[in-house]
């Protein structure tokens, strides 16, 4: 869908909406309230959600939700919004299974305010738990319809424009190389990619070029239902240890990890013939790159997003963020052993070691 306008002719009674200050003070929250209206739709609001949703502000719109006896569920904002609506229903379901209740799912609409996380095609949902990021995964949580109005990134900051278009890649990229990779989830993730590197340098320059929002928009879209459908790998799994310890947006964790985490699925430091390398440099191919063998399709590949994350202001290491050296060691291998369980690792090509996670890290830094 293309516009907030198709909420005009959604059917139900009453919706519960859940969003952020930022949407509220744009504007775009209002829309959605009017134009539910007009189907007839009265609201309840909910918008205390912040950036790496933890349990208690899922716990605080639970209450509210389940207060406002709502058939709708919408969701606008970025990806910790989708995510606080995912894990609002997900704990909804939950209770109202353990009171013997019989829980019908709402009509479940998510409208992103961000191109990155794909969140508003996916099962998945990451809330902080104890500060632990905790993926949960279940297809009662995966939204029924997805609004694209990439009006509603306008205002979106340069240095999040780089973030989420990171992100995006990431996804893409992961589903491609996944255990569980088809030839039709295939073809979202080259496509999307291909978008990604036609279209973020431009988006990232030029936050109202509308021709490369709307497609990085779509590029978001598509790696979503990608990797909805073939598992990530240990990109996100460190990304999310490393971002929850540290406090670092989830697209920059993804980017700072990204060609170490290729260099060690490929196994370039060995015989870089493997799955993963042949998968690597077939989209090098994708982007007209020169990939005669699986090594120099992957480091052109390696080479081309060094190129694009420099062109987007993203640091080279994880030192150059500031953080401290001791501090980060000190971490190593509580983060590795997160990555090692997270939700995300099971369908990487390569199963990784602990240790193995922990140099991943130590290359980074």
């Not at 209450?63 to 606080?84: F, M, N, P, Q, W």
């Not at 890649?169 to 990619?193: G, M, P, Q, W």
């Not at 994708?286 to 992957?298: I, M, N």
Request: hydrophobic share 40%.
């Amino acid at each position: 869908m293309q516009s907030l306008k198709y909420l005009k002719k959604i059917t139900g009674t009453r919706a519960f909406i859940v969003s952020d200050s930022i949407m509220e003070s744009l504007g775009y929250l209002q829309e959605v309230v009017d134009y539910l209206k007009e189907a007839g739709i009265s609201s309840t609001v909910f918008t205390g959600v912040r950036p790496d949703p933890d349990v208690q502000i899922i716990a605080n719109g639970l209450k509210l939700y389940r207060e406002s006896g709502a058939d709708v569920l919408v969701a606008i904002g970025g990806g910790s919004t989708i995510d606080s609506a995912k894990g609002i229903l997900y704990f909804a379901w939950k209770f109202g299974s353990l009171e013997g209740a019989q829980i019908k799912k709402p009509l479940f609409i998510a409208i992103p305010s961000t191109s990155g996380t794909g969140s508003e095609v996916t099962d998945f949902s990451v809330i902080t738990s104890e500060g632990e990021k905790v993926c949960i995964i279940d297809e009662f949580i995966a939204p029924d319809i997805a609004i694209l109005d990439s009006t509603c990134i306008k205002h979106v900051p340069e240095r999040v424009v780089a973030d989420t278009g990171i992100d995006v890649l990431v996804h893409a990229i992961e589903a491609y190389v996944s255990s569980k990779a088809t030839d039709f989830t295939d073809a979202l993730a080259e496509k999307a990619i291909k978008l990604i590197f036609e279209n973020l340098e431009i988006l990232y320059k030029d936050t109202k070029n509308d021709h490369a929002r709307d497609r990085v928009m779509n590029a978001s879209c598509l790696a979503g239902i990608a990797f909805t459908n073939t598992g990530l790998g240990i990109n996100h799994s460190l990304a999310h240890a490393f971002g929850g310890t540290f406090h670092i947006s989830h697209g920059r964790s993804n980017a700072l990890l990204l060609n170490a985490v290729i260099e060690f699925n490929a196994e370039l430091t060995g015989s870089a013939n493997g799955y993963a390398a042949e998968r690597y440099a077939k989209l090098a191919e994708v982007l007209k790159l020169p990939a005669r063998t699986s090594r120099e399709g992957t480091v052109n590949l390696m080479t081309a997003i060094s190129k694009l994350k420099k062109s987007l202001g993203i640091e080279e290491h994880i030192g150059a963020l500031g953080i401290n050296q001791d501090e980060f060691e000190k971490e190593l291998e509580q983060m590795a052993e997160t990555a090692m369980i997270d939700r995300c690792t099971p369908t990487n090509p390569r199963q990784p070691s602990k240790e193995e996670l922990i140099r991943i890290f130590q290359k980074c830094y």
